[in-house]
């Protein structure tokens, strides 16, 4: 162990056996005095540190577009059950960026007013956690949990996804406008839309967005965006496809032609 400042830190190894609650004295030998010093049960063994197993993302119904497992919509609020391993009652969850732009860190507590997040139990070693992940982070922030019991002490931070902004998709028409043989314009409507650098109709052949949106006639809050698409589709009421900017594969919408 070591000294730092008015505190020492250092490890101490447990003989096999000893029991959670039993209490240690502390033998000290300060300079400047011949004789040890003593601390009656100056430690407490205490048990095992909680630790996240595992966590499952609810499937939001305010997103026409697929996500994966490791993303979490900006935006939109979120739906988290955490499995924990030696959670015991008052236990505090924070919130906190690894990687990325943080916002601001967040703590809370079951059952707690909290106009940003709520968290609860929903069954032995279970929280439920409900939030807006853009509360903590800004897009491309890995957003992390921990979890905080006394006197047992704080869990690792287990990774919830990465926040990310995409797109809101309300609505696909295609029209009989021709651009090129056997491709029709169509109009997608929606907000982030000048996130959306293909479209297609299955997640290989994307046909690339040449314009950018436009405020939608007397709907300030959203937009419409000029694409192109292959005729004939592939199917009746065949699903929309589309690219995010910079992505190698096109995510499955719901919103059909």
């Known amino acids: 162990g070591a000294v730092e400042g008015q ?9 096999s ?8 004295p502390l033998v000290l030998k300060v300079k400047g005095l011949e004789s040890p010093v ?8 205490a048990g095992p540190r909680p630790q996240i197993t595992s966590a499952r993302k609810s499937k939001s119904t305010e997103l026409s577009l697929a996500m994966r ?3 979490l919509s900006a935006g939109t609020t979120v739906g988290l059950v955490l499995n924990v391993a030696n959670l015991h009652d008052r236990p505090k969850v924070d919130l906190n960026c690894e990687g990325g732009a943080l916002r601001k860190p967040l703590s809370l507590s079951p059952d707690e007013q909290n106009p940003d997040a709520s968290l609860s139990f929903a069954g032995p070693g279970v ?5 807006d992940p853009s509360t903590v982070g800004y897009p491309g922030c890995r957003l992390t949990a921990a979890i905080q019991v ?3 002490g704080r869990s690792d931070a287990f990774p919830l996804g990465r926040v990310m902004r995409v ?8 029209t009989t406008e021709q651009v090129g043989p056997a491709t029709y314009a169509g109009v997608l409507k929606g907000r982030d839309l000048e996130m959306v650098e293909k479209t297609g109709w299955d997640a290989e052949h994307g046909q690339p967005v040449e314009g950018i949106p436009s405020p939608a006639p007397g709907e300030p809050s959203k937009q419409t965006l000029r694409i192109v698409l292959p005729w004939p589709a592939p199917a009746p009421h065949a699903p929309l496809y ?7 594969e096109g995510r499955k919408t719901g919103v059909t032609y």
């Open 127 to 131: 929280l439920y956690l409900s939030l």
């Open 150 to 152: 006394e006197p047992e």
């Open 167 to 174: 797109p809101r998709l309300d609505q696909f028409t295609l």
């Open 38 to 45: 003593t601390v009656a049960d100056a430690l407490e063994v």
């Open 7 to 15: 505190s020492w830190a250092g490890a101490i190894q447990l003989k």
């Open 242 to 248: 589309v690219w995010l900017r910079g992505e190698q």
């Open 17 to 24: 056996g000893s029991a959670v609650g039993k209490r240690f």
């Open 69 to 71: 497992p490791d993303e």
